[in-house]
């Protein structure tokens, strides 16, 4: 398993992360990977596996993994800027950002407000630009924005459920759920999968993340909690989208959606993988990055 180092962020938290930088990587380019809920830095191993000669960072974001959360956080916003600090504090001024799920959210936000940063962008079963349609259940049948983040924390059907699994380490609860819904076509070896439960376990942000999720809003639309702030279409990078047709997480509408927000954008459609190609497929999905950034780089 690779090691994980730490580093001290000027906002106190100190993050976890992987790293590989063969002597032999190919140019000076550096991905800078972005995990998504329930998860951490370690969901990359396939990738790490895949792409051997790549300088190659993944952080624990804040409150998942081995990182610390010693600040809440209600927007996804501030975690690009913890990204930034991060990437700062190791000496890294620019790089091709890859985000996995919620990471492409945060993925997207570093593309918007550090565009100077982001080399090129590639979202792996990324969530709606118009964030998570997620809201309460009223008794007469209605649905409503969650008011509060206690409110959403005491939500019957997801949340409350789902903080119990957390606070029980309830390991073989959740090993069911993702054979279920993440890992529908293939199954990890089962050493790795101890690995991604033990970190997923971990996680202490799960409120914050969702309330994040719910107000994150990059449409010029209303998404029932927010007003969109319309800067989805100010993001000019070469961006590519990984579109799983067995995905029972982000559909392929979403993003499809996602896709024709961004000028330019490439989509790429995997018939075979659900919503986790770094088990379904993770030798396509290197060849795809690899392929992306070197065709950024031809530009």
Known sequence: MLEKKTISLPNGE?????????ENAAGSE??????????????FMPLFK?????????PDLRGFGDSTYSGRFSSLTELADDVIAFAGALGISKAHVTGHS??????LELAVRYPGFVNSLFIIQGFSHKGIPFFSTKPDGTFAPFASKEELAADPV???????LLEQKNSAFIDLFWKNTIY????????????YIAENLKQRNLVDLNWALVHFNMSAKHNGYSQGT?????????????CAALD?????????ENAAAISGSKLLEYKESGHSPLVDCPAQLAKDILDHIQAENKT
């Open 50 to 58: 895949n792409l051997a000669n790549i300088h190659l960072i993944a």
């Open 14 to 22: 100190v993050y976890a992360y992987i790293e590989q930088k063969p």
């Open 158 to 164: 997801l949340m409350a459920p789902a903080l119990a």
């Open 230 to 242: 319309g800067t989805i279409g100010t993001i000019k990078c070469p961006a590519a989208f990984t």
């Open 102 to 107: 919620a990471g492409g959210g945060i993925a």
């Open 184 to 195: 529908v076509n293939k199954q990890p070896p089962k050493e790795e999968n101890d690995i």
């Open 30 to 43: 550096t991905i800078l990977l972005l995990h998504g809920n329930s998860a951490s830095s370690l969901f």
């Open 248 to 256: 029972r997480i982000v559909p392929p509408a979403m993003v499809k």
